[in-house]
């Protein structure tokens, strides 16, 4: 599909009653690419009629945004009571 970086399924654990398989995430470099990505015919046509089988009859929609937080190099993090510098 055209503009999708990545594409993980999340399988639910057997021991639950759970009345779907899983969830899908769809990974995308930015809303305009994950846009362009969801309205794609390859995704429409093809891709998206089998996904009820795996997600269930009711599938939410939800748009997230990696933010990576990176620590200053004077940060330390504390493991069992001992200082340790990152």
Not at 17 to 24: E, K, L, V, W
Request: with cysteine; proline share 8%; charged share 20%.
């Amino acid at each position: 599909m055209p503009e999708l970086d990545r594409y993980i399924q999340c399988y639910v654990s057997l021991e639950t009653s759970a009345s779907y398989g899983g969830m899908g995430e769809l990974w995308c470099k930015d809303v305009a690419a994950f846009e362009r990505c969801w309205s794609s015919p390859e995704l429409v046509e093809e891709q998206l009629p089998g996904t009820l089988n795996f997600v269930g009859p009711d599938p939410i929609d939800m748009i997230a945004e990696e933010i990576r937080v990176l620590w200053p190099s004077t940060a330390t993090l504390c493991l069992l009571g001992q200082p340790h510098r990152l």
